[in-house]
Nanobody, 122 residues
Framework: QLQMKESGGGLVQPGGSLRLSCTPS????????IAWFRQAPGKEREGVAL????????SYKDYVKGRFTMSLDNAKNTVYLQMDSLKPEDSAVYYC???????????????WGQGTQVTVSS
């Protein structure tokens, strides 16, 4: 049973920044694929950023590209999501998740945290 714990959410003004953290347990970063998702009220959960374990590459959905940066700190076994230039439409509960697939698609993630709320509002 893999476990994830997100933190770092909060209230921020448009154009501001937040840094989310995800601490997994039961596995080592780099051996699994890791992704950030988000879900706003009344909307489907959507992908944000993806670390693909097979290629050790990070990709982003177009709506966050250039504004969000995902990183992994293997020494601390922590995943980060640096969010800059935040927009109101970024408001959502943010989750990190893990997949044992090394070349996953977005539906392959099955180990989830409880999420952390991000609210972008003036």
């Amino acid at each position: 049973q893999l476990q994830m714990k997100e933190s770092g959410g909060g209230l921020v003004q448009p154009g501001g920044s937040l840094r989310l953290s995800c601490t997994p347990s039961g596995f080592k970063l780099g051996l699994y694929s890791i992704a950030w998702f988000r879900q706003a009220p009344g909307k489907e959960r959507e992908g944000v950023a993806l670390f693909t374990g097979g290629s050790a590459s990070i990709s982003y959905k177009d709506y966050v590209k250039g504004r969000f940066t995902m990183s992994l700190d293997n020494a601390k076994n922590t995943v980060y999501l640096q969010m800059d230039s935040l927009k109101p439409e970024d408001s959502a509960v943010y989750y990190c998740a893990a997949s044992r697939f090394l070349q996953p698609v977005w539906s392959d993630f099955d180990s989830w945290g409880q999420g952390t709320q991000v609210t972008v509002s003036s």
